[in-house]
Nanobody
Framework: QVQLVESGGGLVETGGSLRLSCATS????????VAWHRQAPGQQRELVAL???????VYADSVKGRFSIYRDAAKETVYLQMNNLKPEDTAVYYC???????????????????WGQGTQVTVSS
């Protein structure tokens, strides 16, 4: 089992920044991908960014150049640094992990094995 606990969400003005944290614990040697997804009201859950075990990353087009995913190995925590936030970034952000490579399926939420409880991010205009 792998446990994921998110934190760092909140209310921020347009153009502001937030850093989300995903604290991981458990059988981490099984984990190949850690990702951030988000879900806005009435919308489907969508991939925001992911980091693979080989340190490669993938970003949604809507956040490229603004968001950055990285890992602090000593703290076993994966972060999502979000800069230049926009109202359309408002959503519940979820940390997810997969024990599989995923390949081209990395954008499909159902492919992820473990999920955190989510943290709300609200960007005011």
């Amino acid at each position: 089992q792998v446990q994921l606990v998110e934190s760092g969400g909140g209310l921020v003005e347009t153009g502001g920044s937030l850093r989300l944290s995903c604290a991981t614990s458990g059988r981490l040697f099984n984990v190949y991908v850690v990702a951030w997804h988000r879900q806005a009201p009435g919308q489907q859950r969508e991939l925001v960014a992911l980091r693979r075990r080989d340190e490669s990353t993938v970003y949604a087009d809507s956040v490229k150049g603004r968001f950055s995913i990285y890992r602090d190995a000593a703290k076993e925590t994966v972060y999502l640094q979000m800069n230049n936030l926009k109202p359309e970034d408002t959503a519940v952000y979820y940390c997810a992990a997969s024990i599989y490579f995923l390949g081209s399926y990395h954008s499909i939420p159902e492919r992820y094995t473990y999920w955190g409880q989510g943290t709300q991010v609200t960007v005011s205009s």
